[in-house]
């Protein structure tokens, strides 16, 4: 869902410890996902992506899961490291806006990293 | 590759006067671009979605006398801040996609400040 008037919601962790990193998407409709990665003063990075059609997605430490039954995406980073300390975005592209399409921004998490 | 620059990086004004922001893609032609514009600790809010050789399409709610976009080749979109105020100041990121797929391509950020 979108971010407005809300706060940023954090998350710390221990250096080592795995991370879980939840948003809720607000468009049912909605048919691919992506993780954003953003550290202070710099655009978004993408981390990872998920099709509606995809429970799960794995890549290199991270981990996505979708439930579309709750309209719950998460982020999982395995064995976080102090370089993973930044904010995290969901973003979800409803089916109408097709490809190239337009990106819907969630809420954001800041994770912040304690070695 | 898929690399977008953005210019200038950080751009601080008088009220009253016109800032035009740059975003370019340096290494694949950009069949749409986009505008975002973020407040400190919130998530990025779309502004305008542009294709090459026609106008942008503005979000509800932005002005587009105010927020000029001109995307006037398939590696160059221009976003100008007419007259800007104080309250105008925040980071201004743009994406890109290649029109093919979902993945947009951020940009580094602007961030501008209006004295």
């Known amino acids: 869902g979108e971010s407005v008037g809300l706060h940023l919601p954090t998350l710390s962790v221990q250096e080592g410890d795995n991370s879980i990193i939840n948003c809720a998407y607000s468009?049912?409709?909605?048919?691919?996902f992506i993780w954003y990665k953003q550290e202070s003063g710099k655009g978004p990075q993408f981390i990872i992506d998920i099709r509606s059609n995809m429970d799960k997605r794995q890549g290199q430490r991270v981990t996505v899961l979708l439930n579309k039954t709750v309209k719950h995406l998460s982020l999982q980073i395995a064995a976080t490291q102090p370089g993973d300390s930044a904010v995290y975005f969901c973003?979800?592209?409803?089916?109408?806006?097709?490809?190239?399409?337009?990106?819907?921004f969630g809420q954001g998490t800041e994770l912040s990293v304690k070695p | 590759g898929a690399v977008v620059s953005q210019h200038p990086s950080r751009v601080i004004c008088k009220s009253g006067t016109s800032v035009k922001i740059e975003c370019r893609s340096l290494?694949?032609?950009?069949?749409?671009m986009f505008w975002y514009r973020q407040f400190p600790k919130k998530s990025l809010m779309l502004m305008a979605t542009s294709n090459e050789g026609s106008k942008a399409t503005y979000e509800q709610g932005v002005e587009k006398d105010k927020f000029l976009i001109n995307h006037a080749s398939l590696t160059l979109s221009t976003l100008t801040v007419t007259s800007a105020h104080p309250e105008d100041s925040s980071f201004y990121i743009c994406s890109a996609t290649t029109g093919s797929g979902y993945e947009q391509f951020f940009g580094p950020g602007t961030r501008l400040t209006v004295l």
């Open positions: 468009n049912s409709a909605s048919d691919y």
């Open positions: 290494d694949f032609q950009a069949t749409t």
């Open positions: 973003a979800e592209i409803p089916t109408i806006y097709n490809q190239g399409g337009k990106l819907i």
